[in-house]
């Protein structure tokens, strides 16, 4: 059984323009609203790519009754915490070569009851069949241990963690030592204070740190150059496919979700990073934060390459 937890969801709004034009009038060509969050992304993909999950996290309002309402309409069990207020609504404004600007708004309030109440259900679908992803952003208050906190209470009932965040989320998750990791390249510059573009030398010794550390797999995305796996039982590269693009936006949450749904289908390294390398290519093809299709997936894997280092 797969988790995604999603603390900070949000209506995604994507709107294409020519060119940003910064103090100026800036046309919209087409606008496109999805539910959103990274672990509901995560969820969505999972669904595409014909496997189940259950979504849960926060949500108010009637932007999260529309959530719930695209959850339903696509099949995706879910299992919320109700809050008062809204859901955030997250603008992505993409122009016509390629780069992304994103405006995200904080998100709602959490009091401790409505915390705890979340972390009882977890807790109640925790056990050693069961894989959470814990993924995104926290609304402005949550203690940044948050997800280091849900690790250690799931690991203690024999489950998987799957974390997929930045940032100070990220530092204080590592010494409860996550079982999967998904960083970017800049997240671990950033982790590292590197201030200069890290080689792959460099993003090697970064994932044998985390190796050493307890976790058992990273995947190490580089955007166009590909993705870096690590294990116990080896380290990979897969240089990047050749796709077009419309956006990166959802790329880093497909991956995630390929990571998933190979950790419950029982898939081996290389099927999991055939898997991972086709559906993050074949996101950035979409429109908005949509998941690609299957068909489009089995065609992309057939360029992938995995090459032992």
């Known amino acids: 059984m797969i988790v995604t937890v999603t603390m900070n969801p949000a209506i995604d709004k994507t709107v294409d ?3 940003m034009e910064r103090g100026g009038l800036n046309r919209i060509k ?3 609203v999805d539910a959103g969050g990274k672990g509901i992304n995560v969820s969505k993909t999972i669904q595409a790519l014909g496997g189940t ?3 849960t996290g926060f949500l108010g309002g009637n932007s999260g009754k529309l959530i719930q309402e695209v959850l339903i309409g696509q099949g995706i069990q879910h299992d919320f915490v109700m809050l008062q207020g809204e859901t955030r609504t997250n603008t992505k404004v993409v122009e016509s070569a390629g780069e992304v600007t994103e405006l995200n708004e904080a998100g709602l309030s959490v009091p401790d009851d409505k915390m705890q109440e979340l972390l009882s259900k977890l807790e109640g679908y925790a056990g050693p069949e069961t894989l959470f992803v814990l993924s995104g952003s926290v609304p402005a208050g949550v203690d940044k241990g948050i ?7 799931v690991h203690q009932k024999g489950s998987t963690v799957l974390l997929d965040a930045d940032g ?3 530092v204080k998750s590592l010494p409860s030592k996550p079982d999967m990791m998904k960083p970017n390249r800049e997240e671990l510059e950033e982790y590292y204070k590197m201030d200069y573009r890290a080689n792959e030398k460099e993003l090697l010794h970064i994932g044998q740190d985390f190796l050493n550390n307890g976790t058992k797999q990273i995947a190490i995305s580089m955007g166009r150059q590909g993705a870096l796996f690590l294990s116990t039982e ?4 897969c240089p990047g496919l050749s796709v077009k693009a419309h956006s990166t936006v959802g790329a880093g949450d497909a991956m995630v979700a ?6 419950d289908a029982g898939y081996t390294k290389e099927q999991t990073m055939t898997l991972c390398m086709a559906v993050s290519a074949g996101a950035v093809t979409t429109i908005g934060t949509k998941p690609p299709t299957k068909d489009v997936v089995e065609e992309l894997k057939k360029q992938v390459v995995i090459e032992a280092i």
């Open 147 to 153: 997800y280091g906190k849900i690790t250690e209470m």
């Open 258 to 263: 390929a990571l998933a749904y190979s950790w």
């Open 168 to 170: 100070e989320l990220f």
């Open 30 to 32: 087409r606008i496109e």
């Open 234 to 237: 080896g380290c990979f590269r």
């Open 53 to 55: 999950s259950i979504a």
């Open 17 to 19: 323009i020519d060119r």
